[in-house]
């Protein structure tokens, strides 16, 4: 219990109550949009778009953020084991969020965004959120610096918002190309509703935070490049 108070008070309580305000104001513009026709928009936002990015940020503190890295990288219990402890933190808040939120939805007999069962629509947010969390996570290993990370993650998510026409529309892309661009695209629940290849584009996201992941037990298996040395 000592070790799970830790790693939420590294993990900054200011940033949780961010993340708290953050799905109170999800579920307040979901209320404010019930009875117009931009509800499902509204719904698939807070979950696809929303959510993901206070525990991207978050998940760039999980060893960057920690100002006893030293003592980290030398404890008995291996860094990647304490890393992922923290992200299991931060992977359960995000799942406390949504569910609180699928519940919410329930009350106000809104349907949950995304195609199959209960499970797979959990798709809708759990994919797109794995891999900004884990580029967050790498982008900061490899900067030694929290902010470089939630910075990296923030930017791929403004990107992909900003740019959307572009990486889903044929104007620039073509051909495999834009396949490619279209099933590894981030918010393909928003902005590509009813495409058939949807569980395989969460599936891919999947993959790609897996790879990821891999990518961060690699930068944690050697502590000088932790700690600033080659």
């Known amino acids: 219990m000592t070790t799970l108070r830790y790693h939420v008070k590294l993990l900054n309580y200011d940033y949780l109550l961010i993340t708290g305000i953050v799905w109170a104001l999800g579920a307040f513009l979901t209320w404010f949009s019930y009875h117009t026709l931009n509800l499902g928009d509204m719904t698939i936002s807070v979950l696809e778009l929303v959510f993901p990015v206070p525990v991207a940020v978050l998940a760039s503190a999980a060893f960057a953020g920690d100002p006893a890295r030293e003592v980290v990288c030398t404890a008995e219990r291996p860094v990647w084991q304490i890393v992922a402890s923290r992200i299991a933190v931060v992977l359960g808040l995000l799942a406390v969020?949504?569910?609180l939120f699928d519940a919410y939805l329930?009350?106000?007999n809104i349907p949950?965004?995304?195609d199959g069962g209960w499970l797979e629509k959990q798709l809708v947010w759990f994919s797109p959120?794995?891999?900004l969390i884990?580029?967050?996570l790498l982008a900061s290993?490899?900067?030694r610096s929290a902010t470089v990370g939630a910075s990296v993650a923030v930017g791929v998510?403004?990107?992909e918002i900003i740019l959307?026409?572009?990486l889903i529309g044929d104007a620039v892309l073509q051909g495999v190309w834009l396949d490619v661009s279209r099933r590894i695209f981030l918010f393909a629940t928003l902005w590509e509703t009813g495409v058939p290849f949807w569980l395989l584009n969460r599936e891919l996201l999947a993959g790609i935070a897996a790879v990821l992941a891999v990518a961060c037990l690699w930068r944690m298996s050697r502590t000088e490049w932790l700690l600033g040395g080659e």
């Open 97 to 99: 969020m949504a569910v």
């Open 106 to 108: 329930a009350v106000l």
């Open 112 to 114: 949950l965004p995304g």
């Open 129 to 131: 959120s794995l891999v």
């Open 134 to 136: 884990f580029a967050s």
């Open 141 to 143: 290993l490899w900067s």
């Open 157 to 159: 998510w403004l990107l």
């Open 164 to 166: 959307h026409d572009l």
